[in-house]
């Protein structure tokens, strides 16, 4: 099946830097992708939707200017935390949606733990 | 955007078979009923995709009732490794606007 890839998998930070989650197709062209956040024992809270070329669309209460979403290309998307804080530790998740399956078939990335310390 | 309700945890036994109800009263004449599997600390996974009546592949079966008010996952003979959160999801996958949100799951625990 096709495959979503996420790097890196865990990333550990210090408090005010910026860290950048890339999110890829591998076999496939993904002409929208999602980014979810999750917190322990929670659900997957959608934080954006991107399509390729064309600013991310992002759900009310998460900020633009803080989490940055690029997606250059029908295979990377790519989210930067900027000036990260404690309370932006969580796991996060990209989907990818095949542009070319007939039910536009949804991929999910395997995740990417964040530590802010 | 079809809301979907499920029960928050579920517990069964090793070798029963568990089923999983989802209802969606909201569903569009468009919308599939989609359910992933999800482990800690990774991302979900595809388990099953129907429309109506029943759809199985090789690890669960989709029953589907023919109003579509309401699905129920089936997983047969379920071992300790089935032991996972389970999301149901409906929308317009082929639609250019549907945007997959997941409900609260269920948490299914098997125990030996």
């Known amino acids: 099946g096709a495959v979503v890839s996420q790097h890196p998998s865990r990333v550990i930070c210090k408090s005010g830097t910026s860290v950048k989650i890339e999110c890829r197709s591998l076999d496939f062209q993904a002409t929208t992708m999602f980014w979810y956040r999750q917190f322990p024992k929670q659900s997957l809270m959608l934080m954006a939707t991107s399509n390729e070329g064309s600013k991310a669309t992002y759900e009310q209460g998460v900020e633009k200017d803080k989490f940055l979403i690029n997606h250059a290309s029908l295979t990377l998307s790519t989210l930067t935390v900027t000036s990260a804080h404690p309370e932006d530790s969580s796991f996060y998740i990209c989907?990818?949606?095949?542009?070319?399956?007939?039910?536009?078939?949804?991929?999910f990335g395997p995740g990417t733990r964040l530590t802010v310390t | 955007l079809a809301k979907t309700t499920q029960p928050i945890s579920m517990d069964s036994y090793e070798g029963q078979e568990v089923n999983i109800t989802c209802s969606h009263n909201?569903?569009?004449?468009?919308?599939?009923i989609t359910w992933y599997q999800q482990f800690p600390s990774q991302g979900p996974r595809f388990i099953i995709q129907g429309y109506k009546t029943k759809v199985t592949n090789e690890v669960a079966s989709l029953f589907i009732p023919a109003d579509r008010k309401s699905s129920t996952l089936s997983l047969p003979r379920v071992s300790l490794s089935d032991t996972a959160v389970y999301y149901c999801?409906?929308?317009?996958?082929?639609?250019?606007?549907?945007?997959?949100?997941f409900g609260r799951g269920t948490s299914l625990i098997v125990h030996p």
């Open positions: 999801l409906v929308g317009d996958g082929a639609g250019g606007s549907y945007i997959p949100t």
């Open positions: 909201n569903i569009a004449t468009n919308d599939y």
């Open positions: 989907s990818a949606r095949d542009g070319g399956a007939r039910f536009g078939e949804q991929y």
